[in-house]
């Protein structure tokens, strides 16, 4: 799993230098506009039932959650696409996302392929197929390069950037379905409607309870960039982006390839105690520590002269950015993989308390920053302490999920 999201992030990453050099920072902003986006609404399309896929223990219930996924996936963002074409203009001024106005009609697109891709991952997850989602990871990044840079050479703009980004996000879908489809064929024929009416009843703290939850999640992580953008302009997100686009969103994806493997051990330590779960938590919490140090460390202390060296002086600032969010990043990475901690012991509650409380800390940091005048070097480092400061609270609060349940059970 990690090997393949290191390996597709390796392609990404060769070549940015030249995206860099093709695209500007107020492009790459757009891109960020529209990854905020699609990233928020993106948890919510399938309405979370895929993360209940693991978890029946029978294959005929599950199979059932996968449908159930994949036609709520369709259904949400078919709505969306009708209301974008009548009411597009209204929706781009309401939302604050002029940046993205041209390429309103890309969101619900993107939208299906993440639900598409979410639910048949979790397909994969629950049968163990992780040699398979290590190459969606491959799959993904390399076609999302190999459009970006094609784009950019022959019609450079954003648009170039957001169908790569596109792709990435849904890329490896088919061979998924295949696996998954091609092992159920008997059971899909004997399936119903009502057997998924049945599972979306069984499950219904996930879209109650989880979605809304992982709606303010996405929110807490994907709305920077856009308050950025109306704040202090595209530019600022742009080189943002960028920040996040080399160590932010690798680190991330890293960390929930392992988080998902984490999950799959997790669901079934969960009847063995208190001492395995803590066990579990805290060992794979001190793994990721050490994994996550030294990339931190050394863009943090070098990040201004990496950035400029690699990707052209027009991009130092972004180095800049890196520094200052370094804390911020290490501990990120350390608490993304173990985020599903209350989701497996059904405590989406304090979930969604907890995904309250970081949107709000983020919104007042840059709401304040902006509100003070503050340049947007301080609006990135007040946007980074309010980001720990959550991340250390979910942790906390998810060893203490851990210890109370074991002393219950």
Do not use: C
Not at 250 to 267: S, W
Not at 294 to 311: E, K, R, T
Not at 332 to 347: A, C, D, G, N, R
């Amino acid at each position: 799993m990690a090997s393949g999201s290191a390996v597709g992030y390796g392609v990404a990453f060769a070549a940015t230098p030249l995206l860099t050099r093709i695209y500007s920072p107020e492009e790459f902003g757009a891109l960020a506009v529209y990854m905020s986006v699609v990233g928020m609404l993106g948890n919510v399309v399938t309405l979370r039932y895929p993360l209940a896929i693991p978890l029946p223990e029978d294959d005929d219930s599950a199979l059932s959650l996968l449908l159930l996924s994949l036609g709520i996936a369709f259904i949400i963002s078919l709505i969306l696409f009708i209301a974008q074409f009548f009411w597009g203009e209204e929706i781009v001024r309401a939302a604050g996302i002029e940046a993205i106005a041209s390429y309103l009609w890309l969101v619900p697109v993107g939208l299906l392929g993440i639900g598409t891709y979410q639910s048949l991952n979790y397909w994969a997850v629950r049968t163990s197929d992780f040699g398979p989602i290590s190459q969606t990871k491959i799959i993904q990044s390399v076609g999302m390069v190999i459009i970006q840079l094609t784009f950019g050479f022959f019609n450079p703009g954003a648009f170039g950037l957001i169908v790569g980004d596109v792709f990435g996000r849904v890329g490896g879908s088919g061979s998924l379905a295949v696996r998954a489809f091609a092992r159920q064929r008997q059971s899909i024929h004997r399936m119903t409607f009502n057997d998924l009416i049945k599972s979306a009843i069984r499950y219904r703290r996930f879209p109650m309870i989880s979605a809304s939850s992982s709606l303010l999640n996405s929110a807490g992580l994907q709305i920077a960039p856009l308050l950025l953008a109306s704040f202090y302009g595209v530019k600022v997100a742009g080189l943002f982006a960028l920040s996040q686009r080399i160590i932010g969103i690798p680190m991330v994806l890293f960390g929930q390839a392992i988080g998902q493997v984490f999950y799959g051990e997790f669901a079934k330590k969960k009847y063995e105690g208190q001492v395995v779960m803590r066990g579990l938590y805290l060992g794979m919490a001190k793994k990721l520590a050490i994994y996550g140090a030294i990339p931190v460390l050394v863009l943090g202390l070098w990040g201004p002269d990496v950035f400029g060296l690699i990707f052209g002086n027009a991009w130092r600032d972004a180095g800049i950015y890196t520094q200052t969010l370094a804390a911020m990043f290490l501990i990120q990475f350390v608490v993304v993989p173990l985020s599903q901690t209350l989701t497996i012991l059904e405590k989406q509650v304090v979930q969604f308390i907890w995904d309250a409380l970081r949107l709000l800390l983020v919104i007042a940091a840059l709401y304040g920053a902006s509100f003070l005048k503050l340049s947007p070097l301080t609006a990135i480092l007040l946007y980074g302490i309010s980001m720990f400061l959550s991340y250390a609270m979910l942790f906390l609060l998810s060893l203490k999920v851990i210890e109370t349940t074991g002393a219950q059970g």
